[in-house]
């Protein structure tokens, strides 16, 4: 069975572009978040979707963040305009049932973002 | 909002020796997880606690959940270099659906 698959595994822009990140659930798994790591803080919550549906976005930190999973399958991050301090890894996750339900997530191997 | 505390931030050991790391939260969480994060690599899934006093056994790992349900602790006992890596607790609960992660604590063993 495949894994979360994240893509690309490493982005490198310059401040004020634009960047895509892009998350390929286990199939089957209605749930998928994101979370990000800041370098040397701990990862934090972005956002909670159920199938095609976001459940919570009390996490993303403003308005130049933009996810979508358009048809409950696989999810877009989109970073626009791109600041220094948007630099991390983001982690996409999925699990069967929402987290909390005696299940576990499952975590891709993170995307990789530096903005110079 | 919530908030998860991990202590200690980094932890030599000699193989051999054991280790904890220990999680406190500002709010009763409904759940506890941990998870382990090889240098490099993504955060996989160790456990998830949920009754109040849950004790668990992993091999040389025993993770505790707190009567309060919140603060939680990782021990391993005789450490192995297999067992590098950082370890993060993870806590749900206080309205959001994710989940609230500590800083991790990084163990590193001394052969």
């Known amino acids: 069975e495949a894994g979360v698959t994240q893509f690309p595994s490493h982005s490198v822009i310059e401040k004020g572009q634009t960047v895509t990140l892009r998350c390929d659930p286990i199939?089957?798994?209605?749930?998928l978040y994101w979370y990000r790591r800041v370098m040397g803080k701990e990862i934090k919550f972005l956002l909670h979707?159920?199938?095609?549906?976001?459940?919570?976005e009390s996490g993303m930190p403003n308005n130049r963040f933009l996810a979508e999973r358009t048809g409950g399958t696989y999810s877009t991050l989109k970073v626009q305009p791109a600041e220094l301090e948007d630099s991390g890894v983001y982690f996409c996750?999925?699990?069967?049932?929402?987290?909390?339900?005696?299940?576990?997530?499952?975590f891709g191997q993170g995307t990789r973002l530096t903005v110079v | 909002g919530q908030q998860v505390m991990q202590i200690p931030q980094y932890q030599h050991v000699q193989e051999g020796e054991d280790f904890t790391t220990y999680c406190n939260s500002s709010t009763t969480l409904s759940n506890i997880q941990w998870y382990k994060q090889r240098p490099g690599g993504h955060p996989v899934f160790l456990i998830q606690l949920v009754k109040s006093g849950e004790v668990k056994k992993q091999k040389r790992l025993t993770f505790q959940f707190g009567e309060a349900k919140k603060n939680s602790s990782l021990h391993i006992t005789a450490t192995q270099t297999t067992d590098v890596g950082t370890y993060f607790c993870a806590g749900q609960g206080g309205g959001a659906d994710g989940l609230t992660f500590g800083k991790g604590t990084h163990l590193i063993i001394q052969p």
């Open positions: 199939s089957g798994h209605d749930n």
């Open positions: 996750a999925s699990s069967q049932e929402p987290m909390g339900l005696r299940t576990e997530a499952f």
């Open positions: 979707f159920v199938k095609e549906s976001k459940q919570d």
